[in-house]
């Protein structure tokens, strides 16, 4: 696993698409990697709010139960995640 990534606790599982890592980003980016090992980045910027915005708490996502969650409580579901995130660069440039 890449360094700087969240590793979910021990036990952990749940249906696919499922979070294993998540590391967050400058403009309030996050890169998840999935259960099948796909990286994908998703911003967080068009549902940020409130407490949301403040860089301590946006920077103390961890993975728990195959999605994201912070300490506040607020989670995202795992399928919205995955459907409204990209690759981390075009595949145009490969």
């Known amino acids: 696993m890449p360094d700087g990534f969240s590793r979910p606790p021990e ?17 309030h980016l996050l890169v998840l990697q ?5 990286l994908r980045v998703f911003d967080m ?14 920077n103390q996502v961890r993975v728990e139960d195959g999605t994201i969650v912070w300490r506040n409580g607020a989670n995202l579901d795992p399928e919205e995640l995955y459907e409204e995130s990209s690759p981390p660069f075009p595949l ?3």
């Open 11 to 27: 036990g952990s599982h749940g249906s696919l698409p499922q979070v294993i890592a998540v590391r967050p980003f400058p403009e």
């Open 34 to 38: 999935f259960k099948d090992g796909e």
């Open 45 to 58: 910027k068009p549902m940020l709010c409130g407490e949301m915005c403040a860089k301590d708490l946006f």
């Open 92 to 94: 145009s440039y490969l």
